[in-house]
């Protein structure tokens, strides 16, 4: 199954600092929404999976870039504020679920 990573890029200037440190690693309820122009597409991915429900598969995109990081991945361990695309459909990684979200 393919997915795309978006993360928020590190901050090479004063104003991606404060976006970084306003938008990354949020949870949802503590920001007024997703401010999806500020992500990067980090990693384009083909995930083997068993599982059939979107949220197993998100779990195991989650364990695979946490725990045994492909070769060409680049971006940082899946964290609070990563969105993955998926299905045609976009996720938020919450402190504890993933949210569907609208782009």
Not at 41 to 67: A, C, M, P, S, V
Request: hydrophobic share 30%.
């Amino acid at each position: 199954m393919k997915y795309t990573v978006y993360q928020i890029p590190f901050h090479t200037n004063k104003e991606e600092e404060k976006i970084y440190h306003r938008y990354a690693f949020a949870h949802l309820d503590w920001i007024d929404k997703v401010h999806f122009e500020y992500y990067k597409e980090t990693y384009f991915g083909d995930i083997d999976t068993q599982n059939t429900k979107t949220y197993q598969i998100l779990d195991d995109i989650f364990r695979e870039l946490n725990l045994n990081h492909p070769a060409d991945y680049k971006g940082h361990s899946l964290s609070v504020s990563d969105i993955i695309l998926i299905n045609g459909h976009y996720y938020y990684c919450d402190s504890m679920s993933w949210e569907e979200i609208n782009i």
